[in-house]
């Protein structure tokens, strides 16, 4: 019978298994970036398993809303409120730290080099080499508004285009979809 299926599925990892509560495991609190790493903020720690060494469970305490790892270094940024901070974790350093004008609905790393941030309002960019705090590439379309749910961000591996996306609730129970693209040259 499971010939004829495209996509046959098995669980390869249970977090509740690992010890991750039920709570943590949802939209904005659990978070994997790239085949490396898991990471769910639970209540007064962050849990970070690492996929590529056998599940290792590491817990840290940390008062964090948010946390992301790096795709492709040991490298993990935080978010509680308005506060940003970034840490490299082979090192155990600081890397960077910014106070946003604004509350973030959605971040994602763009690539191993760019956090992108997004408000309510703009859309922003926050390079991880040298000093610089986040820079604003965009606003948001009106079509984006305030009640859409941002759900993903993506930058062209040429960094010519961005798109945004979000979901919002329609008429008759419906899920309408946004996405706003953006060209980086023309600023349009």
């Known amino acids: 019978m499971a010939q004829g299926l495209p996509v046959t599925f ?16 949802k939209h904005g609190m659990t978070t994997m970036e790239s085949d490396k790493w898991i990471v769910c903020v639970e209540s007064n720690q962050l ?10 469970v590491t817990r840290r305490p940390m008062q964090a809303e948010a946390a992301i790892m790096n ?13 940003l901070q970034i ?19 959605f971040w994602k790393w763009t ?14 960019h926050w390079p991880l080499e040298g000093n610089a705090g986040p820079s604003k590439l965009f606003d948001r379309h009106q079509t984006l508004g305030p009640n859409t749910q941002i759900i993903n961000y993506r930058v062209s ?16 129970g419906q899920v309408n979809g946004n996405m706003q693209l953006y060209n980086i040259e023309r600023k349009l």
């Not at 098995?10 to 495991?25: D, K």
């Not at 840490?87 to 609905?105: G, R, V, W």
Request: hydrophobic share 40%.
């Open 10 to 25: 098995s669980e390869a990892l249970n977090l509740q298994q690992l010890g991750v509560p039920e709570t943590s495991i």
């Open 47 to 56: 849990t970070m398993i690492d996929l590529r060494n056998g599940a290792q």
């Open 71 to 83: 795709p492709e270094q040991n490298i993990l940024a935080l978010r509680a409120g308005t506060t």
């Open 87 to 105: 840490f490299n974790l082979d090192t155990k350093q600081k890397l960077k730290s910014h106070a946003m004008p604004e509350p973030l609905l």
């Open 111 to 124: 690539s191993p080099t760019n956090l992108g941030l997004v408000t309510a309002t703009s859309v922003w």
């Open 157 to 172: 591996p040429d960094n010519k285009w961005c798109v945004l996306g979000g979901i919002s609730a329609g008429a008759g």
